[in-house]
């Protein structure tokens, strides 16, 4: 079995998408997911999130629909956007976090549009997992210490966006990698060409003032 990591934060429709597409990989690829802070990742890079960028967010929204609309995928995007992932992120850990407690969330945000961290979506999603006290579940402080150690990890591991997988040290950013992340279980080597080790310690040409 070869053993992969995916880095994910409900906030991103991204993953929602990724997910879907998941008894497509190999069935020897052992994925274990990993809810992290977005907001986290997007701070500690310097960088805006992509629905902070008005053209950005018109498109990327239009981009979620028409690739769910693509995979016969149900999707509906939540009343608001973005909103507070914690609610639903701590729950989905307090239930123990596994792949069917991900989708079960997922379901309800984008599957049934609901609003994740209303009082409404927030019963929703706890009663999707199982949870009969959603207040308590996510005031637990081991789900509290998950959440910020599983995004120190992603940190360190050079995470820089969600939906990714991390296969080796390697990082898969979105869905549209998921292709190279198959080539790259195929072939080990293939970031050890003498082009691949080039392009990849490349001196900055230009540095932009921020």
């Known amino acids: ?20 597409r998941f008894p497509q990989l190999p069935a020897d690829l052992e994925i274990t997911p990993v809810p992290v802070v977005f907001s986290a990742l997007l701070k500690h890079w310097g960088q805006l999130g992509p629905a902070e960028i008005p053209p950005k967010r018109r498109f990327v929204y239009r981009f979620f629909q028409w690739n769910a609309d693509q995979l016969g995928l149900p999707f509906a995007m939540p009343p608001r956007h973005p909103y507070n992932p914690l609610p639903p992120l701590r729950l989905c850990l307090a239930a123990g976090g596994q792949i069917d ?20 979506g927030l019963q929703a999603i706890a009663t999707a997992l199982g949870i009969s006290d959603p207040e308590v579940a996510m005031a637990e402080g081991r789900v509290k210490d998950a959440l910020r150690a599983n995004t120190e990890t992603a940190i360190a591991e050079g995470v820089f966006g969600v939906p990714s997988f991390v296969v080796g040290g390697e990082v898969f950013w979105g869905g549209d990698a998921t292709g190279m992340m198959l080539d790259y279980l195929d072939n080990p080597a293939l970031f050890e060409t003498s082009e691949m080790k080039r392009i990849s310690q490349m001196p900055m040409g230009l540095v932009r003032a921020k």
Not at 1 to 20: E, G, V
Not at 101 to 120: K, L, M, S, T, W
């Open 101 to 120: 407690h991900v989708r079960a969330v997922f379901d309800v945000i984008y599957g049934n549009g609901v609003q994740p961290d209303a009082p409404e």
């Open 1 to 20: 079995m070869t053993k992969a990591n995916w880095y994910f934060d409900f906030i991103s429709p991204f993953a929602y998408l990724q997910l879907a």
